[in-house]
C-alpha cells in the first residue's frame, strides 16, 4: 500500500448522525479513489451516529475498504492523530464528518503534489452552505504566508511523511486553531516547503452559528498567542512578514467597511456605532484617514 501514489483517506466523526454518511459517500465517489477509509469516531454518545458508523462498517455496498477506529472522546487533534498513524500510503486526506468533497478533490489536489515535490500538502477553495451560501478562497502558499492567518482548509490532502516529521496535530489544542498550528508545524519541520491550492470550490463547508470554528474565534487573540510562543523562532525570523500580512488584512477590511460607511451616510442609515466612531475616530490605524473619507463631500 505505501507505493506509487496511493491514497488512504482519514475521516473524524463525534454525533454527526447522518452527515458522516454523506462525508464517507463523498470520498467513494471520488474520479481517483482512495485505498481504504479510516473513520474515527471521537467517543460518539448520540444513539442515531452510533447506529450509522455500525451499519457503514458492516455496509459490504461501499466501493472503498473502511474501517472505524473507536476511541474515547480527545478532540478532533487526538482523532486526527489517531486515523494517521493508522495509514500506510504515500498521501493522506484529512476530512472533517460534517463536511463533503466534489468527485475530483483527490484527482486535483493529488496532481498538485505529484507535480510539485516541494508541496507537503494541497486543498480547495470551499463552497460554504447551511446559514451562509459564498465561495471561499483560501490562498496557501508558503511558512510566511500561514504567519498572519490560517491560509489552508482543515480537509486537506497531505504528504504522510511531512506528518510524520511534524510530530502531528498538538492534541491540547482543544478549543480551535488546531489545523493552523498543524501546518505550521509541517511547514517548519520540512524547510522550503509550502502548501497548494486548488483554484476550485472542491470542499462542501458545512456552517453554522453554533458551530466550533465559529466559537473559536471568541478566543482568536488567546489562541494566537498560544501559536506565535509556540512557533517563537519562525515568528522572530519571518516578523515582518507576519506583521505586514496582519496589516494587509486590516486594510482590506477597513477599505471593505469605509465603502459600507460612506454608502450608509448618504442614505442617511448610520448605526449608533457608526456614528460614535465619526465623533472620535481611531488614530494610528487608518481610522482618522477613513473617517475623513467617509465625511468628504466627493467620497
Given at each position: ?13 463525534y454525533n454527526q448522525k447522518s452527515m458522516i454518511r454523506e462525508a464517507v459517500e463523498s470520498v467513494c465517489r471520488q474520479t481517483i479513489r482512495p485505498v481504504r477509509i479510516l473513520v474515527v469516531d ?56 460534517d463536511d463533503s468533497l466534489e468527485p475530483s478533490f483527490l484527482e486535483e489536489t493529488s496532481n498538485l503534489l505529484v507535480e510539485n515535490p516541494s508541496l507537503i500538502a494541497a486543498s480547495s477553495w ?174
Amino acid at each position: 500500500m505505501n507505493t506509487d501514489n496511493t491514497i488512504e483517506a482519514v475521516i473524524t466523526s463525534y454525533n454527526q448522525k447522518s452527515m458522516i454518511r454523506e462525508a464517507v459517500e463523498s470520498v467513494c465517489r471520488q474520479t481517483i479513489r482512495p485505498v481504504r477509509i479510516l473513520v474515527v469516531d471521537d467517543g460518539s454518545t448520540d444513539e442515531m451516529s452510533v447506529s450509522i458508523l455500525n451499519e457503514l462498517e458492516s455496509d459490504c455496498g461501499i466501493s472503498v475498504p473502511l474501517e472505524v477506529i473507536r476511541q474515547p472522546n480527545g478532540g478532533v487533534s487526538a482523532a486526527r492523530n489517531a486515523g494517521l498513524r493508522q495509514t500506510r500510503s504515500p498521501f493522506v486526506l484529512v476530512l472533517d464528518g460534517d463536511d463533503s468533497l466534489e468527485p475530483s478533490f483527490l484527482e486535483e489536489t493529488s496532481n498538485l503534489l505529484v507535480e510539485n515535490p516541494s508541496l507537503i500538502a494541497a486543498s480547495s477553495w470551499l463552497h460554504t452552505f447551511g446559514v451562509l451560501e459564498a465561495v471561499v478562497r483560501p490562498s496557501g502558499g508558503d511558512a510566511a504566508a500561514f504567519l498572519s492567518h490560517n491560509a489552508c482548509p482543515a480537509t486537506h490532502l497531505l504528504r504522510r511523511r511531512a506528518f510524520l516529521e511534524c510530530g502531528g496535530y498538538d492534541e491540547t489544542m482543544r478549543s480551535g486553531f488546531e489545523d493552523w498550528d498543524f501546518f505550521l508545524n509541517m511547514l517548519e519541520a520540512v524547510p522550503g516547503s509550502s502548501i497548494g491550492i486548488v483554484e476550485k470550490p472542491l470542499i462542501n463547508y458545512r456552517t453554522a452559528p453554533a458551530s466550533s470554528n465559529i466559537k473559536s474565534m471568541e478566543k482568536r487573540l488567546t489562541l494566537m498567542r498560544y501559536i506565535i510562543e509556540k512557533h517563537i523562532r519562525l515568528y522572530r525570523e519571518l516578523v515582518t512578514d507576519a506583521v505586514l500580512g496582519i496589516e494587509a488584512i486590516s486594510m482590506a477590511r477597513l477599505y471593505g467597511w469605509e465603502t459600507e460607511m460612506t454608502a450608509s451616510r448618504s442614505a442617511g442609515r448610520l448605526s449608533g456605532l457608526s456614528e460614535k466612531f465619526l465623533e472620535s475616530p481611531s488614530y494610528g490605524d487608518g481610522g482618522m484617514a477613513a473617517a475623513v473619507r467617509i465625511v468628504s463631500p466627493h467620497s
